[in-house]
C-alpha cells in the first residue's frame, strides 16, 4: 500500500533535520560544563562569563530546536493518520461486496477509530523517536569518546545489557497487543449493538441484558489492556534496573580514573552529563522498541488486508449496454444447505421478468448472485457472453441498477442522499420527485434538510422511494429491483411499477413475493421459485392468471 507522498517525506525530512540539531545542541551542555567547573578549579575565572554566555545561548537554541522537533512531529503525525485513513479507506472501497460482509460494521469502525491510531503512533510515531534516539546514541557515544576512551568503553558496554532487555518480551507483548486490540472491536461491536438497536431494546425491555453484555465486553477489553500494560511496565522495570547499574559502574571508574590523574572533575562531570544523556535514549529506545514490535504484525495484517485492488477507475465513459444475461446450471449453498440447484435462465434486454416465490424459495440468493454480492457459487452466470465472475464490479454496477428492499440513506442532505453527491439540475430532480411522487419531502430535497438515523425523519416508503430516485437520475437500463416497494402505498407503488414496465427501453428483474394481478400482464415472464429450483416459467396470460386460481 502506496502512502507516503511527497509532503510526508517532506515533512519527516524536516522532523530528521531538527532531531538532528537538537542532538547536536544539547550535546554542547556537558562540554561548557567540563570548561566552567576545570577553569573554577584552576581558578580562571576571568573566561567565566563567556563560558556561562555559551551555556544559555546553547539552551536558548536547544529549546527553539526541540520546539520545532515538537511542532513538525506533530504535523507530521496529522498528515500520517490522514494519509493512513485515505488507503485503507480506499482498500475497503475497492473489496468485493461478497469480502466485505466477513466482518461485523462496527469492526470496520474500530479498524478506523483504534487500528489505525494504535499503528500510527506505536508504529511510525515510534519509528521516528527510535531514529531521534538513535542518532543521539550515535553523536552522545562519539562525544565520549573524545572526553575518555576508558569511560566511553565503560558507558557503552553497560548501555547494551538495557537494549537487549526486549528480545526477553517481544512475543508476550504481540500477542498481548493483538488480544487487547481484538476485544476493543469486540467491544466496538456490541456498543453498535446499542446504538443501533436502541428502539428494539426499549421496546423489548433489554436494558440489563444489554447493559450485562457490554459490561462483559468491556471488561475484557480493560483486562487485556491491563495484561499488556503490565507486562510492558515489567519490561521496562528491568530496563530501569540495567540503567542504575550502569551509572553505577560509571561512577566507580570515573572516581578510580581521577584517583589515576587520567580524569579531570570536569572530565568526570561532563562525562556524567554525557551518559545521563545516552542513558536516556536507551531506555527509550528499549521500551519503544517492545511496542514497535508489539504493533508490526497489526500493521502488516492492516495493510495487506486493506491493499487497494487495480480497478480502473470510478466510472466508464461509454460502458456497453447488457444485451443478455445468462443464468447456466447454477448452485448455490450455504454450508450443507442446498439453496439454489440447477438454475437456467435468460435475460434479454428491453424484456420484463418477474421473479416470484415465497419465503425460502431462494429468490433472494438468486438476487445475490446476480448483483454479484455472492460470488461462491457453481455453474455460471454470463453477461454478454463475458463470465460475471470475471467481469469487474466497477464495469457491471456501471451497467445496471440494483434498487434494495431496505435502502441505505447518509446522514446528510436529502438532496445528497438523492443526488448520492453528483451535479444534476434542478428540473431532472424536480422530474424524477414528481414521477415518485415524493411530494410530502420535496421541499425538504430542495432546502437541504438532513436526514438523522437517530431521528429516522423518513418513512420506510420514502427510503425506498429516494432509492428509487437514484436509479432514474443515473439512467440505469437494466435493473434489479428487490422488494423494492414493498414499504410504499399501494397506490404509488402501482405507478411506479407501472411506469418502469412501460419503458421500452428498460430491462427490469423484479423479485417478489407477492404479485399485483394488475400487473402481470406487463411482464414478459414470471419465474416462479421453489425449495431453490425453478418451479415453472409463466409467459402467456393464461399461464400468469392460473398463478390466482391456485
Known sequence: MKIFN?????SFTILVIFSLSVVLTNVMQPLISQKLL???????????????LNLFIAIVILLVFELGRKLTAANYKKNLLNAFRLGILKGLLSKRLEDFQLLNNQKYISLF???LREITDDYYMNFTDILFNTIALIVYATTLFRLNTIMAIIVIATNILPILAPLLFRKSLQLKKEAYLESLKAYNVKLGDVVNGFALIKVHRLKVIMETLLKKTSKDSTDREKEFNYLSEISNMLVGFLSFANYFCIILAGVYLMKENQLSAGGLLAVIQVSE????PTVNITCQMNTFNAIKVLKQQVFKEYATVGE??????NPEEIEKIEVKDLCFKYGEIQALEAINLTFEKGKKYLIYGHSGSGKSTLFKVLSKMNNNYTGGVFVNGEALSDTSEIDYFSRIGIVYQTPFIFNDTLWNNMTL?????????ESVIDDLELHRIKGDIFNGKIFKDSENNLSGGEKQKLSLARILLEGKLFIFLDEATSAIDAKSSFKIESNLLNRQDVTLINIEHKINPELVSFYDEIICLDSGRVRCILRTMDEKNSL???
Open 277 to 280: 544523556l545516552l542513558v536516556g
Open 312 to 317: 480502473p477507475g470510478e466510472l466508464f465513459e
Open 38 to 52: 576545570d577553569l573554577t578549579l584552576s581558578g580562571d575565572y576571568s573566561a567565566l562569563p563567556v563560558q556561562f
Open 113 to 115: 477509530n483504534n487500528d
Open 421 to 429: 453527491f453528483k451535479d444534476y439540475n434542478e428540473q431532472a430532480v
Open 6 to 10: 511527497k509532503k510526508l517525506i517532506l
Open 548 to 550: 390466482f386460481n391456485t
